[in-house]
């Protein structure tokens, strides 16, 4: 049994997204391959701008000027971030919070006149 919806569109589809949805869509999982790749974040907004503003001059949709958002972010090749800077980033942060931890162990003893 089929039921019909007066907001059906009157073409037969059963598409629920609209272009600018769907259009939104593919920008947002574009954005989620760019940095699944490891791209800063300058580089990512600068690469949704220029695609933006391609899609905006070209009148199409997002799929058919660039066609599957993961193929098209490796395609372009942008700068990652390496990951030894990532790591040495992470242990500088790690050897702080120890040194913090380390140095509340040590001063609070000092305050309340006890032996460190």
Same mark, same amino acid.
């Given at each position: 049994m089929m039921?019909?919806?007066p907001r059906d569109p009157d073409n037969g589809?059963?598409?629920i997204r609209?272009? =600018?949805t769907d259009d939104a869509t593919r920008f947002d999982e574009?954005?989620?391959e760019l940095r699944l790749l490891g791209v800063p974040g300058d580089a990512i907004g600068d690469a949704? =701008?220029?695609a933006r503003e391609f899609? =905006?001059?070209s009148g199409t949709s997002a799929e058919q000027c660039f066609g599957s958002s993961k193929r098209y972010a490796a395609e372009l090749n942008l700068p990652t971030i390496?990951?030894?800077t990532v790591n040495a980033l992470n242990l500088r942060a790690s050897l702080g919070v120890f040194g913090l931890f380390g140095f509340l162990l040590s001063a609070l003893p000092l305050v309340h006149? =006890?032996?460190v």
């Open positions: 039921t019909s919806n589809s059963t598409d609209s272009k =600018a574009f954005t989620i949704l =701008a220029s899609l =905006a001059d390496p990951l030894r006149g =006890a032996a």
